[in-house]
């Protein structure tokens, strides 16, 4: 039994489908990130299981229990915002031990439990501060507090991190890491953030106007992305995304051939030519799967001329024009190439994933 | 020698360069400006000057020929008759009580319904807040005829219950309080109702206390209106008992004409507490005035 689980959820706004018959199912003590662009319905979705939105059709059940018409505060569920929505007017503690106050819980019980959670969160001594005596993160952490100490059955997170800089989101991020290994608890995680989500997921939902693009563990949506969508929004930098065209189809086998390069021999999951058209197909390959060579090299499948590089310390970014279009790489800090050089290029053909016209892997 | 002399010139053409900056800065606009504002002040603090001089004259001084801008005995038997021989007390604790019940009932209705037009779906919400619009539009006088016909029909005349009845029509409070509401961040109600808030911890622990500076400014301008209001405790009340200050003061008349010095200690002492309460809390009223003006305009 899923812990939490959408059945054939629908939401619409007027005529407007914000989330399409979706149905997904989460394990008890999983950290599932709900990951796409703005305005791909991940909010809403978020927003359907805590009860903030109304769901238009399908079921939500939260440990077994139906709770698709249940208010939010009988989900046994707990909501940290992206504003982290901390009442001005309140010290730290209470806005820590709010829930408990409104539930008229004794005073003892919340006083202990409001010490256990500003002990877990270092925040013992920042609970007679009101928010706007706190730093970002200090914020944070009691938007989290606030959560914690209702020990909901789900923590639902709605871009958390978005607010915070960069050195801090990173910061932030560990400790989440490190909180969901303390708690255990399910948590599912809102971001737009593809870094954020294979950081901290074990399991990634990618989801596409309204739609799941695709369900799978970090890894398997990088390495085996569905569809043009996922490869794309996955990585960073990007894949490289060119037209190709499919001769030599035996089986599983095809060469592919791009403008002013060498037919490169590729295995696809699915027999090219019969029920998939060899039209309008894409050939997708990450910038690390990408290697320069001189270009007298005869291993090179392209040639090119180096027209920006980009130098991050540990690695470099090379944007590489070539007849076949341009191609971005990623190669070691150390390689000397620069602007305006002549290299060839050598594709990783393993690590080469082909889409069909509709984005489909192939 | 030489020296000494070019140091005592260059000192006085520093003194003339710094002349004809002080000449070239003089602003004659500004100085019309602070003439024309001073002029204004006198003017409007004459009046109140002038009453206060008079009260504290005798009766024979204040009708005697001429200006005479201070007294010239300070008796301060019109201040003593004031608070001695007639019922000012009865009807300052009137005043005050009617005051307190409007200002309280007013804040709470007005947050009441500011909050659930600005937070809650309900039918006929829209045709609601219109009508709350509509009624800022109709001026009280025009309903105060019905007002008199309806609480005589209820037998409220000449009861505290008829004095605050109609000053409980505070469309202005509404719609400060609605705009406030509407912009406090979701995200605040959400949190809370996730945490299990119903609508009045909403309301009370929520939205009021987030800016505590609305509620009072518009308290204390709904107390100094409520105070200050004379039309209607006027036609309500005739028992001497039950008047507020503002009309208790017109029973301060005598049988051998008008005593303006009497008058006028009267009306000074029934002016003094909100005169207080505005020099208190200044900054709120200021506060609460560009509110409704907000509104207004």
Known sequence: MHHVELRDVNKRFGTFDAIKHLSLGIEKGQFCALLGPSGCGKSTLLRMIAGLEEVTSGDIFINGENVTDTPPAKRKIAMVFQSYALYPHMTVKQNIGFSLSIAHAPKEFAEKRIAEVAKMLQLEQLLDRKPAQLSGGQRQRVAIGRSLVREPEVFLFDEPLSNLDAMLRVQMRLELAKLHKDLDSTMIYVTHDQVEAMTLADKIVVLDSGEISQVGTPLELYNNPANRFVASFIGSPGMNFLPVTASSMDGLNATLGLNGGTGIIVQTKTPLGKSIPTDGLEMGLRPEHIHVTSPDDGSANLKGNVAIVEQLGNSTILYVDTDAGQFVVEEDGAIGTKSGDNVGLVLDRKNIHVFGAGGLTI | ?297
């Open chain 2, 1 to 297: 020698m030489s020296a000494t002399l070019s140091t005592t010139n260059d000192l006085g053409l520093a003194m003339a360069a710094q002349r004809q900056r002080r000449i070239k800065t003089f602003d004659l606009v500004g100085l019309f400006a602070t003439i024309a504002t001073v002029i204004a002040a006198i003017l409007w603090a004459f009046p109140l000057y002038w009453g206060v001089v008079t009260s504290l004259k005798p009766e024979a001084e204040v009708v005697r020929a001429g200006v005479q801008l201070l007294p010239a005995h300070w008796p301060l038997d019109s201040y003593t008759y004031a608070l001695f021989d007639t019922k000012i007390g009865v009807w300052y604790i009137n005043s005050l009580t009617t005051s307190l019940a409007t200002t309280l009932i007013v804040v709470i209705m007005s947050a009441g319904a500011g909050y659930a037009i600005s937070q809650l779906n309900f039918p006929g919400r829209r045709i609601l807040w219109w009508m709350i619009l509509a009624s800022f539009m109709v001026p009280i006088q025009a309903l105060i005829v019905n007002h008199f016909i309806l609480f005589s029909q209820f037998h409220l005349i000449n009861t505290l219950t008829a004095v605050v009845g109609p000053q409980l029509l505070a469309p202005v409070t509404v719609i400060i309080y609605k705009q406030f509401f509407d912009s406090v961040p979701k995200d605040f109600r959400e949190a809370a109702v996730v945490d299990g808030a119903h609508e009045f911890q909403l309301l009370f622990r929520i939205y009021l206390p987030m800016n505590w500076g609305i509620t009072t400014a518009l308290a204390i301008i709904t107390f100094i209106g409520a105070w200050n209001n004379f039309l209607w405790p006027f036609l309500a009340v005739t028992e001497e008992d039950k008047m507020n200050i503002t009309v208790g003061i017109t029973q301060v008349s005598d049988a051998f004409g008008v005593k303006y010095a009497r008058d006028l200690a009267t009306a000074i002492l029934a002016g003094l507490p909100v005169a207080v309460v505005y020099l208190i809390f200044q900054r709120r009223v200021t506060q609460a005035i560009m509110l409704s003006a907000g509104i207004k305009g």
